[in-house]
């Protein structure tokens, strides 16, 4: 969580870091900062809130530093205020720090440097950092940081600058991603790649332990024992115009609109050649879905798909339940790691554990280069281009395409199926053309607390991300269930003023969706229906019905999914809240 950008060159400094911090905002927009070298002296501002929070606070300075560090905060250790934001300095004010992750062995640390007459002035565990840079520094920012990595236990990456040696910035990967950008004249790093997009498509993905000594004229990679590294610079194949909102007033909608693209690139990027997977599914004893939020929505989902053409069992499992759990995994299982961002440290962690048992580690990301992507024994991708909006919505999509992709893979007729794949993006972009009744239907629910979803088979992981949507950028509660499973409980909770939206396209249990959707409406409960065109059993039935073009049951949840991320959105954007970056979230959550 949190973004970190620094920039050392011979432009402005203080330029980049506000563009690229604009463009990390959503790892956490609590509060924002800067540290610059400004004429031999360190120039720090942060404010509480977002960038133009900080902006507004810079506005007119005439800073003409050349090297400086950036920071947007989500907080995990210490509440949110301006002391608590980074970067934080020395007691000298001659180094700074901007960091990211946890520092788990922090309160031991302030301990040893409160006896050494240091004085802490935030809660945060980075302040740490930088007074151990300080203590160790003699003459050399790099040999500093080394020496203070030997202190350090957690996961984390940082940057740090010192007014002692301008131009120059070290930083840190261990746990929590950090880029570096490559220029001419000029280098930079950066929590995420979309950050360096305006500057450079030039970089290096840094691996866990590894340090940089950044200058305008040089970049230099090391272990943490000081040992130089050759390291490869990769090519971003991303433009700029990608990663901005071309014209929608969110990169929400935008990347909802977006999808018939998204699905149709990686659909494309399967459809003429197999999975270059040198194991069929079949070799395994299970396959073990492990994923957070939506990615495990989409888990969900692959489970009925490879169960049905693989013939093997599958377990999904939430990745932060996994990770304490005795799970008992060997050489016979597959593990498959979901995440869109490749960086969540729950499920990094919890398959790199799983991996060290035996097992066979398989990644689905959505950013080349990232830790899962290194760290897994193989990867697929999926081809959605970056995801600004922490709600996601094409990348789920587009995992359920691979997910099928790699269902079928070993089946017969592997190649219809694919064909018959590709006919989803046009189905999708058919829809959203005519999509304007749930924005409607969304504005004559915005006044509503709580919200059920209800769904079976391939539509419970639907009717589950769907609920999601609604929570984390409504603030509405919602919850999804196993339509089957509400009478057990949940149907309680029925009431008028509660809808339950009803996911229901016609596949082999629309008979039983029917009865249940039947049980809420006995219980005076208000039915959006979400079903295919023209089925007229659901239009009788449910109070307002989504219609969506009729598909085979297989693909039914790249089709329901949609209208549930347009409803979410539409409430949200009526509520006038913040769809893009909602309260208390942020894109990657990087920490546990
Ligand atoms: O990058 P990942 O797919 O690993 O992220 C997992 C979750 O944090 C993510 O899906 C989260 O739930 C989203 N905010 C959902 O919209």
Known sequence: MCGIVGYTGSSPALLVLLQGLERLEYRGYDSAGVALVEKGELYVDKKVGKIRELVRSLWGKDLKATAGIGHTRWATHGEVCELNAHPHTDGSSEFAVVHNGI??????????????????????????????????????????????????????????????????????????????????????????????????????????????????????????????????????????????KGGFKHFMLKEIFEQPRTLSDTIRGYISRDLSLPFSLKD??????????????????????????????????????????????????????????????????SVLALKEKGSTLLSLVNVMGSALDRESDYTLYTHAGPEIGVAATKTFTAQLAVLYALAVNHTEDRQVKMENLLRVPHLVEEYLSNSEAVRELAIRYADRRDFLYIG???????????????????????????????????????????????????????????SNIEEVLARKGKVIGVGFEGDENLKKLCTNLIEIPPIEEDLTPFLTTIPLQLFAYYIADYLGLDVDQPRNLAKTVTVE
Not at 290 to 311: F, P, R
């Open 284 to 349: 395994f004893r299970r396959v073990l879905v492990v994923a957070c939020g939506t990615s495990y929505h989409a888990g969900l989902v692959g489970k009925y798909w490879i169960e049905k053409y693989a013939g093997v069992p599958v377990e999904v499992a939430y990745a932060s339940e996994v990770r304490y759990s005795d799970m008992q995994v060997g050489e016979e299982d597959l593990v498959l790691a979901i995440s869109q961002s490749g960086e969540t440290a729950d499920t990094r962690f």
């Open 103 to 244: 520092v788990e062995n922090y309160r031991e640390l302030k301990e040893e440097l409160e006896k050494l007459g240091i004085a802490y002035r935030s809660q945060t565990d980075t302040e740490a950092i930088v007074h151990l840079v300080a203590l160790n520094y003699e003459g050399d920012l790099l040999k500093a940081v080394l020496k203070t990595l030997e202190k350090l236990t957690g996961a984390y990456a940082f940057a740090v600058i010192s007014a002692k040696e301008p131009g120059r910035i070290v930083a840190v990967r261990y746990g929590s991603p950090l880029v570096v950008g490559i220029g001419k004249g000029e280098n930079f790093i950066a929590s995420d790649i979309p950050a360096l997009l305006p500057f450079t498509r030039d970089v290096i993905p840094l691996k866990d332990g590894e340090v940089v000594d950044l200058r305008p004229d040089g970049v230099f990679i090391y272990d943490f024992k000081g040992n130089l590294l050759t390291k490869d610079v990769m090519h971003v194949p991303w433009d700029i115009i990608s990663a901005e």
């Open 456 to 514: 079976r088979y391939l539509s419970y992981p639907v009717a589950l991300e769907g609920a999601l949507k609604l929570k984390e950028i409504s603030y509405i509660h919602a919850e999804g269930y196993p339509a089957g499973e509400m009478k057990h409980g949940p149907i309680a909770l029925i009431e008028e003023k509660t809808p339950t939206i009803a996911i229901a396209p016609k596949d082999r249990v629309y008979e039983k969706m029917l």
